[in-house]
């Protein structure tokens, strides 16, 4: 499954955005249609990713450390308490203040439910996860103490 940025109306005119999980952009059109809304919009995160980071978006800076050490303690909480890796990003991108960063763990988690590891899915965004960084989380995935790293 992969993750969609939607822009919707409903029946009184009124826009809404948000991410939702599908295999494709017809399903989050039809999840879209069930609830009653117009689609105006569906891209898979991974692609406006693309595109913002080739535009020098936010990303291009990457996270600030006070972000990567909130996500860092937040997902070892999660994982240590027993939770998935993927329900984990998938909280953690939920309690996220910043669409961008929560879009961004979105699109990590897609990989993940996909079957790469995850600090091969954090490498599609090196301003945010850098070298260092994915080569810990890819020594506590392969010691398999993810939640000690």
Known sequence: MSAFEYKALDGSGKQHKG???ADTPRQIRQQ???KGW????????????????Q????LKTGLSPAELSLITRQLATLVHSGT?????????SR????????????????K?????PLA???ADFPHAFDDLYRATVDAGEQSGHLDAV
């Open 32 to 34: 879209l249609r069930d």
């Open 95 to 110: 309690q996220s203040e910043k669409p961008r960063l929560g879009n961004m763990l979105l699109a990590v988690r897609s």
């Open 55 to 58: 535009s020098f978006s936010l």
């Open 112 to 116: 993940v439910k996909e079957g790469h």
């Open 19 to 21: 991410v939702l999980e």
């Open 120 to 122: 091969v899915a954090m």
């Open 38 to 53: 117009t689609p105006l919009a569906v891209v898979e995160v991974q692609q406006r990713e693309a595109r913002q980071r």
């Open 84 to 92: 998935p890796i993927d329900e984990a990003l998938q909280a953690v």
